[in-house]
């Protein structure tokens, strides 16, 4: 593997330091791989590509001290040779349980609904926001691994499991919590334990039915929850200790209401019990039964001594003798849930199974590992980090919660406006694309000799492109930062994370559409073998607990601002990554990069749509907000980007962008022009005194920036020739003699194959461009 931690040639060191770990590949000619595609026609049994090329100018890290067994790899997925083994009731509940995994944003959601504990900047420095970003990006890991593993196994119809999944984000959740971190830290409490019970079961089964490697996988996840567990219920602890009678009824208060799981909401957009059809299964099984939901009661109630606590009010020692008598009641009534599952054995359910035929295991293996060579983290040895468990942190004094109760009612009364004209620009699920539409199908006997496709079609593509889909990738597997960021705002929150505010609709909805983009990119980079995905998920996990801070203060004003800003660049993004796929000879990549720039387009209109409605309402407002936020700079979502050793990660990256012209900094300049324009901002009057000076200092911003743009680009160029003036002057030889070919070279309207030359002719003779 090569880290572009330090990328040499001529033996000069250049300017990136990227940690994305780009695999060498030995390039292929279009001919040879004409050839391989012909031996594939012909049933020949396919070679796996061996990735032994090393570029000789290229440092390689050293390889790992210890060996493990790795999760995901050839021999433990082969075709789904021990999948196809594993009965169709165990898959319904694997998927159930991965499903409720992968609605992970929801999850930050609702931990962020409890007053004083709420992170709320999306990057607060309080212990308690750091412990739900920590907290949510390691459980980020536990969707992402059954996904995957899923996926490859062939035996599930990932497209109805993926609408499931954009269903159950855009519904959230209603664990009934109100607002209250008494009633929320119980009720986390309660859930941790539950999920570590299922996966530990779900481990139990896997390993009886002889599938070592998803019993490892399901265990580790098991164990995660147990940590998850652990902390929670300390917290709750602490709670008995400090306010008892105020926590005893707020467990009473919990348990008379019922715990209802996390994915109680679940819909695949035909069964409308599809979570009751799910938890049939699950208790048949005996992977989570009414008995477990009472033990966990009575563990619980253990665990915090509840029958001991004394010095209660006549209302608390109610709610504990309630709560103490609890799990004997429940164990009642599980003789009759447990009849009920038993008739519910003929029930059809949809969480559809792909049958698995003998002969698909048939054929030559492929590694689909894709190039880690790295070991998963319980088996590694923690040796001279950096930074073990803490990401980058980034403080700016804001001002939380200023806007006056006047502005919130704003926001309040723009609902039904709200319903009307934004949430049009949502598509429903049932039309919306899913990631399996542009993969590999596992389920299909050519399965193999696709995923060899775009592995070799990935290796024509250049280094630096991986790293700018890699970084691409990584931010939109944030995801739940990002929810996180616009449920800051005072009057358009989701303050229930199942609010059914028109706001809290769009935002859970947009979450669930963008929730694929990350989902897509991330199984396209596994697959084509080219990047070190162990360092890739690693980055992630760093990401999602340093949170974003893009300083929009709890104000709507500059959130909605921000987020305009944000989803055209990102729409300019991902449409330039698409181009150079294309370029490149690629078309499928091409075709996913810019199905994702299209969604983005349609989330730019809904944002720029509200902030055009509130420069129409309250015109002085949105205008020195606009100003305020330029002044602060747009940050990208991702700016806290690290991987563990390179603190600037992000500045690199972004350099690699800028140099491939995938985000530039005269994008950001036409980004504000484009603004201003599709606001009117200059046209708009009626202004007070600031507000003039705001609207003057926008309007004249765009030039600014395009004059730094040219200086930097004039200072990065004369850097090249100070630091490699050999190099750079026979780089720029060599383009000269393949002459420079315009931009629009390749102009064709259908029927002149000459066009770009005879627009060209008409240039010359007119003297606009000789």
């Not at 606590?309 to 006549?314: A, C, E, V």
Request: hydrophobic share 35%.
């Amino acid at each position: 593997m090569t880290p572009l931690h330090t990328l040499y040639s001529n033996n000069k060191e250049l300017l990136f330091s990227i940690n994305f770990s780009i695999l060498p590949v030995k390039k292929t000619s279009r001919a040879t791989r004409k050839k391989k595609e012909r031996k594939m026609a012909l049933n020949l049994n396919p070679i796996a590509v061996k990735y032994s090329h090393k570029y000789p100018s290229i440092a390689l890290p050293p390889k790992p001290t210890l060996k493990s067994p790795k999760f995901l790899t050839a021999s433990t997925l082969s075709s789904g040779s021990t999948a196809k083994e594993i009965p169709d009731d165990y898959f319904v509940v694997l998927v159930g349980n991965m499903i409720t995994e992968e609605a992970l944003p929801t999850y930050q959601t609702m931990l962020n609904t409890g007053d004083g504990v709420r992170d709320e900047t999306a990057a607060s420095l309080t212990s308690w926001a750091e412990w739900i970003r920590g907290w949510t990006a390691e459980e980020n890991r536990h969707g992402d691994l059954l996904n995957k593993y899923l996926y490859l196994c062939g035996r599930v119809d990932m497209r109805q499991i993926e609408k499931t999944i954009q269903y159950l984000i855009g519904s959230g959740m209603d664990p009934r919590t109100e607002n209250s971190p008494y009633l929320g830290l119980i009720y986390t409490s309660f859930q941790e334990r539950a999920t570590f019970i299922s996966h530990g079961n779900t481990a139990r089964h896997a390993k009886k039915y002889g599938d070592s490697k998803l019993a490892q996988i399901c265990g580790t996840i098991a164990s995660d929850e147990k940590r998850h567990e652990t902390a929670y219920t300390k917290i709750v602890e602490k709670h008995f200790e400090i306010d008892p009678d105020g926590t005893m009824l707020a467990l009473a208060d919990m348990m008379r209401k019922k715990i209802a799981m996390p994915a109680h909401l679940m819909y695949d957009g035909r069964d409308d019990n599809l979570f009751k059809h799910f938890s049939s299964v699950a208790q048949r099984l005996g992977v989570y039964t009414a008995k477990d939901y009472a033990d966990i009661l009575e563990f619980l109630v253990g665990r915090w001594t509840v029958e001991e606590i004394t010095g209660l009010s006549s209302e608390g020692r109610k709610a504990q003798d309630y709560v103490c008598s609890l799990p004997q009641r429940i164990r009642r009534l599980e003789e009759r849930s447990q009849g009920r599952a038993k008739e519910a054995r003929l029930i059809d359910h949809s969480l559809e199974l792909c049958k698995v035929e003998v002969e698909r295991c048939k054929g030559t293996t492929i590694d689909i590992e894709c190039a880690s060579n790295s070991v998963p983290v319980l088996f590694r040895e923690v040796e001279s980090l950096k930074k073990p468990f803490s990401p980058p942190r980034e403080v700016h004094v804001q001002v939380t919660h200023a806007m006056p109760p006047e502005k919130i009612e704003i926001f309040k009364n723009l609902d039904g406006w709200v319903e009307e004209n934004i949430l049009v620009h949502l598509k429903p699920v049932e039309k919306c694309w899913q990631p399996q539409d542009f993969l590999p199908d596992p389920a299909s006997d050519g399965f193999h000799d696709q995923v060899m496709d775009l592995r070799e079609r990935a290796k024509e593509i250049p280094d630096d492109y991986f790293v700018v889909l890699v970084g691409n990738m990584i931010t939109e597997e944030a995801l739940p930062t990002y929810q996180t960021m616009l449920n800051t705002g005072d009057g358009t929150r989701d303050e229930t994370a199942a609010s059914l505010t028109s706001w809290a609709v769009w935002t859970r909805a947009w979450t669930a559409e963008e929730n694929r983009h990350g989902n897509l990119l991330n199984k396209y980079l596994y697959l084509c073998g080219r990047v070190d995905m162990r360092q890739i998920q690693k980055t992630i996990q760093y990401l999602i607990g340093s949170g974003m801070d893009p300083r929009t203060e709890n104000s709507p004003y500059l959130g909605f601002i921000y987020t305009s800003f944000q989803e055209r660049a990102t729409f300019i993004s991902h449409g330039n990554t698409a181009r150079h796929a294309q370029e490149y000879g690629n078309l499928k990549l091409a075709q996913i990069c810019g199905t994702i720039a299209s969604d983005e387009k349609r989330h730019e209109n809904a944002y720029t749509k509200i902030v055009e409605k509130l420069f129409e309402i309250d015109p002085d407002a949105t205008m020195l907000a606009l100003a305020d936020m330029m002044r602060k700079k747009i940050t990208m979502p991702a700016h806290l980007m690290y991987d563990g050793r390179d603190d600037n990660l992000f500045e690199h990256f972004s350099s690699v962008a800028q140099r491939l012209g995938v985000y530039t900094g005269k994008d950001y300049a036409d980004i504000l022009e484009f603004l201003v324009g599709r606001w009117k901002v200059k046209d708009i009057t009626g202004l007070s005194s600031e507000g003039r000076k705001a609207q003057d200092f926008v309007c004249g911003l765009p030039q600014r920036i395009r004059r730094l743009a040219l200086g930097r680009a004039k200072e990065a160029r004369l850097k090249l020739f100070e630091i490699d003036p050999d190099g750079t002057v026979l780089a720029l030889a060599d383009m000269m003699r393949k002459k420079i070919a315009m931009p629009a070279h390749l102009m064709y309207d259908g029927c002149n194959d000459n066009l770009f030359k005879h627009f060209s002719s008409v240039a010359q003779r007119l003297g606009v461009y000789a």
